[in-house]
C-alpha cells in the first residue's frame, strides 16, 4: 500500500509517498506531485482515563471501548490510567488493561501496558483523585511487577521510599513526578536514586496538582525543566494550563514536552453529569469540573488527542513540533522503538489530516479505519 501526501517529520515537512508492507513503513520516496494533505504518525497518549462513556477502571470491554473512540481522533498506542481507589479495585483495573494487552484489540489501537496514576500520590494533592493514597510497600510493589503490565506511574517523591523508587526503576516503570508537594530538592534526589538504575524520569501533567515555581523554591516544575532529560506531560486543552504556560515549556523543555489528554469516560459524551473515579463531576463545553453543579476544581478533561493538536498549532506551536510532542517523544520517553515517527521500519500506525488539521483518515497496520 502507499499513501502520500506532505510528511511531517522530525526534520520539517517534505512531498513525499510511504511505501508500506505487512504494517510497516518500507521505504519513503520524495515526491512533489502528491495529495493535499499532510501525513503524521499516530499519536501516543500517555494519560488517558476514558472516553465514549467507557472507563479504564471497567474492566477490557470498556478498555477497548475507549480505546475505539480515542482511535476516531488520531490515537494509535494509548495506556490505559486507573484512578487512585482502593488497592485490590486498582489490582482487577491492572487486570483488565493486561487482557487488552496481551489480546489486543480488533480494529484498534495497541495497548502497551498501563499509567498508574496513584496511590503513591500525596493526600494533599489529589486534584480529582479519590482519597485512598498509599506509600508503596512490598505488597504493593510485588503485586504490580508480579502483572507486569504497569509501564508508567504516576507518584510523589515525598511519599516513595528510596527502595520503591529503585524497584521501580529497576524494572523499567517510568516514574512520573505528580500529585505531589515536593520540595525541587526532594524530586532531584528522586531523579539521582533512579537513574542508578537507569529510570527514565517524566512529570504528570505539568502545573496541576503541583506546587507553583517560586523564585526561591523551584518545586516540582522547577526541577522537571531545569534538568537535562526528565519528559514531561502537559494537558493542552487551554483550561489546564494558560497558553502563556505552555508556550514557555514548549521553549523550556523542547524534545521533553508530550501532550495528553487526561480524559474522562465523559470524553465524547453531551455535557451533563458524568463520573470520575467514583465522584461526580460536571461537563460543560469542554471542561469538567467537580460535584453534580461543577462547582468544584477542575476534574480530568474531555480532551482528544487531535484538539490538542489544534491547540498547539493555534498557540504557536508549528506542525513539526505538535507531531514531536504527540508522537515522537512519548515513544522516546516509553522506549517504543518501532513507532512514532514517519521512518522506514516503523509501524504503519498513521493518520492524515486536512488543511484545518481535522483527521480525515487512520491507518493502523496499513488497515484503513
Ligand atoms: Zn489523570
Known sequence: MRIDGHLVTPHGIQPGVLEIQDGIITQIEARSNVQDRFILPG??????????????????EAVARMARFHLSHGTTTLYPTTMTRPWPEIMDALKGIQHVTRQGITNGPDVPGAHLEGPFINPQRLGAQPPFTLQPTDRELNDILALDTVRLTTLAPECCSDAAIL??????????????????EQCQHM?????????????????NAMPEVKGRNPGPIGALLADDDAFMELIFDTHHVH???????????GERLMLVTDAMRATGCPNGVSSLGGQEVYVNNGTARMGA????????????????LKNACSHGASLVEASRMLSTTPARY????????LKPGMRADILSINEHYNI????????SN
Open 43 to 60: 499519536f501516543i497518549d500517555l494519560h488517558v482515563h476514558g472516553g465514549d462513556n467507557a472507563d479504564a477502571m471497567d474492566g477490557p
Open 167 to 184: 524497584t521501580m526503576a529497576q524494572h523499567g516503570i517510568r516514574l512520573s513526578i505528580g500529585h505531589t508537594c515536593a520540595t525541587c
Open 191 to 207: 531523579m539521582r536514586i533512579a537513574r542508578t538504575q537507569n529510570g527514565v524520569i517524566g512529570g504528570t501533567h505539568l502545573f
Open 243 to 253: 497558553p502563556a504556560n505552555f508556550t514557555m515549556v514548549r521553549k523550556a523543555a
Open 293 to 308: 453543579d461543577g462547582s468544584g476544581n477542575l476534574a480530568g478533561s474531555v480532551l482528544t488527542l487531535d484538539q490538542a
Open 334 to 341: 516509553m522506549g517504543l522503538n518501532d513507532r512514532g515517527s
Open 360 to 367: 480525515t483518515n487512520v491507518w493502523l497496520a496499513a488497515k
